[in-house]
Nanobody, 123 residues
């Protein structure tokens, strides 16, 4: 069973950048499709990005297209979410997740979850 630890969140100003990382242990990262989700206070958890096994396919929610980029380094057991041009509405707890499927877009498609990392964007 894979364990996931997300890190890299923080407090930034609008327009700044952050790079989140998600380190996997206890399993072979290259076997999993990976996803990033976020949950704002009082709201449901929603998909932000997903990246397939081997990184051949990537999907982004419309609100982050052109600003966020997901990547993976299977040798380093790490998945990244580069977030540029951050906006106050990006404020949320960000989670990484792993799926035994090639790739998954929906929350229900994920099998393993890490604890989140807080991202706060001030205006």
């Amino acid at each position: 069973q894979v364990q996931l630890v997300a890190a890299g969140g923080g407090l930034v100003q609008a327009g700044d950048s952050l790079r989140l990382s998600c380190v996997a242990s206890g399993g072979t990262l290259s076997s999993y499709g990976m996803g990033w989700f976020r949950q704002a206070p009082g709201k449901e958890r929603k998909s932000v990005a997903s990246i397939s096994v081997r990184g051949g396919s990537m999907y982004y929610v419309d609100s982050v297209k052109g600003r966020f980029t997901s990547s993976r380094d299977d040798a380093a057991h790490t998945v990244y979410l580069q977030m540029d041009s951050l906006k106050p509405e990006d404020t949320a707890v960000y989670y990484c997740a792993a799926t035994t499927s090639h790739v998954a877009k929906l929350l229900a498609g994920y099998d393993y979850w890490g604890r989140g990392t807080q991202v706060t964007v001030s205006s």
